[in-house]
């Protein structure tokens, strides 16, 4: 039984030593995703958020009182709805007042004010010739300025009777008064906007006060209008802070062609504070943070090879290597997690 134990124990300490490799480590190969590394135009932006606002809105009252009367809208037939477009000038509401108009005796008037400047060009030609005095002169100007001031002033009175669109716009606000109810004036009547330009106040970090400027470019975004993109750029710039926040105002016009963008609403924007347009870009979350400083890895001859990385422009999601990286180096972009200097990778595209 010894012996046969003796040469069991000879035959594994034989086969042991016919398998020098057994039991040491083999490094395994890492997969990785890589990327080559191009040159490409990148933008730097403080991003900010308010309500947009129509630059042009009216609210109209009523000057005089009268009996109401919806004028019809030549486009749809009906009378003017919500939404309605309007023309500038175009009479969105009357206000029907027989006494008023009685009172202002308008074709009485007309006739006067063209009788008065036939007397007054008269009265010139004969001047002219010597005909009548000076102050006959003066007395026929007078009653042709007296008349063509009251036939103004008619025509004013009247027109307190229509409410019109002072711009081409949209009916944003048209309160419901029954037709031929007696309104009394200073009642609110009509509300119109033209939005195809908006306008945006602001609140911005005093850090930024120096980096925006009148003019620069704005993108301007709306949950609702996931795929358009308006633009805009900045109006105006408060120079001083807020003592209490230690933010500047600002604002922001807004181009709105389509209409797309509607008054009130809650929008984003990204005020373009620097750009390049050829620099060597890369994702931001592929950055590590390390004691030695930022870090990414690049892939040569089938290992990860560390770089410490200098940062120029950045935004939310990409930023500018300014050191550290060079063009067509292979950039790993997944995977990069667990990685070492000089790890054995696998490049699985």
Do not use: H
């Not at 016009?253 to 809650?266: A, E, Q, S, T, V």
């Amino acid at each position: 039984m010894k012996s046969t134990f003796f040469l069991l124990i000879g035959l594994l300490i034989l086969m042991s030593c016919g398998n020098p490799d057994t039991g040491s480590d083999t490094e395994i190969a890492v997969p990785v995703t890589v990327e080559e590394i191009k040159l490409k135009p990148i933008e730097e932006f403080q991003t900010t958020t308010g309500t947009a606002n129509a630059i042009k809105d009216a609210s109209l009252k009523s000057e005089t009182s009268g009996y109401y009367r919806l004028a019809t809208n030549p486009q749809t037939k009906l009378s003017f709805a919500l939404g309605d477009f309007v023309k500038k000038d175009q009479v969105i509401i009357f206000l029907d007042n027989p006494e008023l108009e009685n009172n202002t005796k308008i074709e009485s008037q007309k006739l006067n004010l063209e009788i008065s400047k036939q007397e007054y060009e008269k009265q010139q030609s004969l001047y002219e010739k010597g005909g009548v005095t000076l102050r006959e002169l003066k007395n026929a100007e007078k009653t042709f300025m007296d008349a063509e001031y009251n036939y103004d002033n008619a025509k004013i009175q009247l027109s307190k009777l229509k409410i019109a669109a002072p711009f081409d716009g949209v009916i944003v606000d048209l309160p419901y008064y029954t037709p031929g109810t007696k309104v009394d004036a200073s009642q609110k009547m009509l509300q119109v906007m033209d939005y195809r330009k908006l306008y945006m106040d602001i609140n911005l970090p005093g850090k930024e006060l120096g980096r925006i400027k009148i003019d620069q470019p704005v993108r301007v975004m709306n949950y609702t209008l996931p795929d358009d993109t308006l633009n805009g750029k900045i109006s105006q710039v408060s120079p001083a802070l807020d003592a209490d926040t230690r933010s500047f105002k600002a604002s922001i016009n807004i181009d709105n062609p389509d209409w797309l963008l509607r008054p009130g609403m809650f929008v984003k924007a990204e005020i373009v504070v620097a750009s390049k347009d050829s620099a060597i870009v890369i994702p931001k979350d592929i950055i590590l943070e390390k004691r030695q400083g930022k870090t990414v890895f690049v892939v040569e001859k089938g290992a990860a090879q560390e770089r410490v990385i200098s940062i120029g422009l950045q935004n939310p999601l990409f930023v500018e290597i300014s050191e550290g990286l060079k063009k067509d180096e292979r950039l790993v972009v997944k995977g990069f997690e667990t990685l070492r200097n000089r790890s054995k990778v696998k490049v699985i595209r």
